[in-house]
């Protein structure tokens, strides 16, 4: 969120899908009923520090974090919110004063807060709760907007792949030492991420399409859901047909995986530095692009999605529910999500961030790993385009590399190191192009400096830090 949004949010006036909240010192209980009423109609933006006339006022410094992890705790507690809702707060500083800004996203499901429903209409939040014909109306909104909530009330837990449910906690819960699903069974689960539903309009009771694209077993997922295929292929050497192809139609959670490794085993992982610390750009750039691809990506139509590795770009294509047509500027716009309830599971599991995040990072790791600009195209086909650096620029780089210090060469591995615990002389000869005698020599000076260590044999040796 740039200065000058936040001016036009602030110029703009209180709304449907903007709130202000004067919230100094702590959060008030009016924010979770906006929460609510913005995830029930067509999401929005909630700014805390600000008076209901657009003054800001600013929040307490002292009580910023305290806000921020009050706000992140109870919008993933089910006793308040249900489902639970993976959101924070952003800082913001405006002629020195502290604001902060979260944007909501309209939800699939029906949204509640301390067990009742709010709808937002004009610049207020309304209960609904005892409107029978307000909350039936929600209802059929939201079932007809998002696919993913379709109920398949014949599917069981034996059509899931239950083993799955320890991973899933895990992920959850290495990123949250105190996630909510730390002490919930697989039932649960499905229920608190709303993979499981009871819709009181029609009746149906079940598993619905999101819950068996994360978890379904792969007979089950082509019985529900036919688009969820992706082809991923490498078109280097053979461009009219393929050097290496991966016909990848089993489940999303698993699905992710296949399509990281494959873009780890055929782009290149060049070292990228980040102050003095080596970050992995390609990592960043396949998280963004394999996420996008699984998570906002529209499932009614049997279109199978596409990843093609190019000499000179990393490609992707697949089906959309779009809002509106053409290139999307980092700069300008409102993120909206295609599959709310699957990119929020993503986001518990480490796998995506908050809405909108993802493209800014895309922008920001593409410039580092290839000078250039990424494309994301929306329309009904959306479209990820990652440039490659060109062989001439590749040539460019490995003799600056080439050329550069021992000292900064050290750096470099010490800095690899850091990331990925050992490293081989054959992984460092390819990555940072240089021939294996002098990659041995800088291991070797770097073994008597005593910053790192050598083990196993000769052949099968591998350096990790001391």
Avoid at 244 to 267: C, M, P, S
Avoid at 311 to 325: A, D, F, G, P
Avoid at 346 to 364: E, P, T, V, W
Wanted: contains cysteine; charged residues 25%; aromatic residues 8%.
């Amino acid at each position: 969120m740039t200065i000058e949004r936040i001016k036009q949010l602030l110029a703009d006036g209180e709304g449907l899908t903007i709130e202000y909240k004067e919230c100094v010192n702590g959060l008030s209980d009016g924010v979770w009923e906006t929460v609510c009423s913005f995830s029930n109609r067509y999401g929005g933006h909630l700014i805390l520090g600000v008076k209901d006339n657009g003054i800001p006022v600013g929040v307490n410094p002292n009580a910023v974090q305290q806000m921020k992890k009050n706000f992140a705790n109870t919008l993933n507690n089910p006793q308040k919110t249900s489902p639970s809702l993976f959101l924070s707060l952003d800082e913001i500083t405006l002629d020195g004063m502290l604001l902060l800004h979260s944007h909501i996203p309209v939800s699939s499901q029906i949204q509640s807060c301390s067990g009742k429903i709010f709808d937002r209409n004009e610049d207020g939040d309304f209960d609904i709760t005892n409107s029978a014909d307000l909350v039936a109306q929600l209802s059929l909104r939201k079932s007809n907007q998002f696919t993913e909530r379709e109920i398949f009330p014949y599917a069981t837990l034996d059509d899931l792949r239950l083993d799955l449910i320890e991973r899933v906690k895990k992920m959850a819960v290495s990123r949250i030492s105190d996630h909510p699903w730390k002490d919930m069974d697989a039932m649960e689960i499905f229920k608190s991420a709303g993979l499981y539903e009871d819709d009181k309009r029609t009746g149906k009771k079940g598993f619905n399409l999101a819950g068996i694209l994360l978890f379904g077993r792969d007979e089950v997922v082509r019985s529900c859901a036919p688009g969820c295929v992706t082809d991923a292929i490498l078109r280097h050497n053979d461009i009219d047909r393929y050097d290496d192809r991966r016909y990848i139609e089993t489940n999303i959670i698993e699905a992710y995986d296949q399509l990281v490794d494959f873009i780890a085993k055929h782009a290149n992982d060049p070292f990228v530095l980040i102050g003095d610390q080596n970050v992995s750009a390609r990592s960043w750039i396949a998280r963004e692009m394999v996420s996008n691809l699984l998570a906002h990506r529209e499932y009614s139509k049997a279109f199978n999605a596409k990843l093609i590795i190019e000499r000179e770009r990393i490609y992707s294509e697949n089906w959309n529910r779009s809002n509106e047509y053409g290139r999307i500027d980092p700069e300008n716009f409102t993120p909206q999500s295609k599959n709310p309830i699957i990119a929020k599971f993503f986001m518990n599991i480490g796998r995506a961030d908050q809405l909108g995040s993802g493209i800014r990072n895309l922008y920001k790791y593409t410039k580092l790993y290839s000078g250039g600009e990424p494309e994301l195209i929306e329309g009904d086909i959306f479209k990820t385009i990652i440039p490659l650096a060109k062989t001439s620029e590749k040539q460019a780089n490995n003799e600056r590399i080439q050329s550069s210090s021992t000292g900064e060469k050290k750096l470099a591995i010490a800095s690899y190191l850091k990331s990925h615990s050992k490293v081989t002389v054959a992984e460092l000869t390819g990555i940072m192009n240089l021939s294996e005698g002098r990659i041995r020599a800088i291991l070797l000076e770097m073994a008597k400096d005593g910053i790192i260590m050598k083990i196993g044999r000769t052949k099968s040796a591998h350096y990790v830090l001391k």
